[in-house]
Nanobody, 119 residues
């Protein structure tokens, strides 16, 4: 069982910045990927950025030049630094944990946090 606690959402003006944090606790696998997904009303939940224990990152094209994902493995925490925010970034942002043991994948989702970009 893995619990994810997300913080850092809020309201920001276009061009502004916001930093999200997601702390994982529980049965953390030594092999895991953590990252961020977002979902706007009426839309599917899409990948924003992920980062593995090995340091590999993956970004959605829409955010790759503006967002940066990082990890603090000592705290089992992943961050998302969001810069140059646009109204189209408005969504509920979810933290996801993916652990792998003996080829079996287990995934856990945080509750999500609202990010609103508006003037």
């Amino acid at each position: 069982q893995v619990q994810l606690v997300v913080s850092g959402g809020g309201l920001v003006q276009p061009g502004g910045s916001l930093r999200l944090s997601c702390a994982a606790s529980g049965s953390i696998s030594s092999t895991n990927t953590m990252g961020w997904y977002r979902q706007a009303p009426g839309k599917q939940r899409d990948l924003v950025a992920t980062m593995s224990n090995g340091g590999d990152t993956n970004y959605a094209d829409a955010v790759k030049d503006r967002f940066a994902i990082s990890r603090d493995n000592a705290k089992n925490t992943v961050y998302l630094q969001m810069n140059s925010l646009k109204p189209e970034d408005t969504a509920v942002y979810y933290c996801r944990y993916i652990g792998r043991v003996f080829g079996i994948t287990r995934t856990y989702w945080g509750q999500g946090t609202q990010v609103t970009v508006s003037s």
